[in-house]
């Protein structure tokens, strides 16, 4: 009897481990990108919002806050898988820069605290592109509700072609502006952390200390910031490691002579959108590799040949995610004439 009642608990937990089983594999198929697990006023906002079924496909990171917090950062790191990886993909090694630097911060929230209703965002990712150069898309963007732009981009003296609006912007200390004239008050300013002297770099940067050693950046940094603490946040590196790993789909592992291969802020700014937005047009994406005399951004006299000679990213892989998308009418491309 008592043997017959053991097959049968053998049995019955048999079952209930394949059920696990099949559940975690469903889940892991259909949600690779984490499962909600914060419930923060913005996040709950973005969930009763209605996405096209391309967008909700691709927005595989589940629903969450896009940074990280001074009071949960180390909790939330640990749910997003962050503590396993280190920069640029997570915290590990770096735990107690990221620690400084987010106790320099005083806010942490997706948009400013007076704005309403932030639901339904129809976004648009601005690219430093050659090709926006006299397209007159000025107003266009500036259409937006939210207007996502990156590094140095300046909206200065390039209004008619790329706007005035910029709601967030997305920068590393090498590449956010140092001149006051580039100032806005409504932006959003977004630290994607690459290495740990990004931390100490934004840490000192805002409690007002000199900056001794530069030697750790890839060129010059930023010398002042431009922004106020309340206007800075810290990207969760979730975001950069799932665009790499499960969007761009670059290796994870490099041999001893091989540079290792990061996303463009480009691409980390369209994942980043597609994490806040419920509708994603692009402008200004373009690399046009053919012709290398071409100009790389619609500032500046770059050429194409400056981003041939990029060994850190991979711009054809880059260029096949962002002709998916499109082929997949899962975002816009303003630039199409
Ligand atoms: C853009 O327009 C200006 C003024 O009309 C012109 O001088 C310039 O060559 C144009 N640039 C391109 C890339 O077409
Ligand atoms: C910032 O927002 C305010 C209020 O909406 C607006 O009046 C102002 O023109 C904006 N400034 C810039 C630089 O966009
Ligand atoms: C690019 O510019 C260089 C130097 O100005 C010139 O020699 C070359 O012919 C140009 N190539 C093309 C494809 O226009
Ligand atoms: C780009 O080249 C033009 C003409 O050669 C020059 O006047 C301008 O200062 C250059 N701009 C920059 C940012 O170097
Ligand atoms: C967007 O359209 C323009 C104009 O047709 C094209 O040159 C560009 O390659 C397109 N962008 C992307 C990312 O495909």
């Not at 690779?32 to 973005?46: A, F």
């Not at 735990?95 to 339904?120: H, I, T």
Request: aromatic fraction near 10%; include cysteine.
């Amino acid at each position: 009897m008592s043997v017959m009642r053991r097959i049968i608990i053998v049995i019955f937990l048999a079952a209930g481990v394949t059920y696990v089983i099949l559940l975690c594999n469903l889940w892991r198929t259909n949600n690779y990108w984490l499962p909600s697990t914060d419930s923060d006023r913005n996040t709950d906002q973005l969930i009763a919002c209605t996405l096209k079924p391309s967008v909700s496909a691709i927005r595989k990171l589940g629903i969450f806050s896009p940074f990280l917090c001074t009071s949960n950062f180390l909790q939330v790191s640990e749910q997003h898988g962050n503590h396993k990886f280190e920069l640029p993909y997570g915290i590990r090694k770096a735990e107690r820069f990221f620690q400084m630097a987010l106790s320099r911060l005083s806010y942490c929230g997706l948009f400013a605290e007076d704005n309403g209703s932030p639901s339904c965002k129809k976004c648009v990712v601005v690219g430093n592109g050659g090709v926006l150069r006299n397209k007159s898309l000025g107003e266009t963007i500036d259409s937006y509700d939210v207007i996502i732009r990156m590094n140095n981009g300046p909206v200065v003296g390039y209004e008619g072609d790329v706007g005035r609006r910029t709601t967030f912007r997305l920068f590393y200390p090498e590449s956010v502006f140092s001149d006051p004239v580039h100032y806005d008050p409504n932006t959003t300013a977004v630290l994607v952390v690459f290495k740990t002297h990004d931390l100490k770099w934004l840490k000192d940067l805002l409690s007002g200390q000199r900056l001794i050693r530069t030697y750790a950046f890839w060129k010059k940094p930023a010398m002042q910031l431009i922004y106020k603490p309340h206007q800075i946040r810290i990207l969760d590196p979730v975001i950069t490691r799932k665009t790499a790993h499960d969007l761009l789909h670059l290796p994870t592992k490099f041999s001893r002579h091989e540079k290792p291969k990061h996303p463009t802020t480009g691409l980390i700014a369209i994942a980043f959108a597609f994490q806040i937005c419920s509708e994603v047009h692009l402008a200004g994406f373009k690399y046009n590799l053919e012709d290398r005399n071409s100009s790389l951004h619609y500032y500046g006299n770059d050429t194409m040949f400056q981003m041939t000679q990029n060994e850190y990213h991979d711009i054809a892989a880059e260029q096949r995610f962002l002709k998916e998308l499109l082929d997949h009418k899962t975002i816009i491309n303003l630039t199409e004439e």
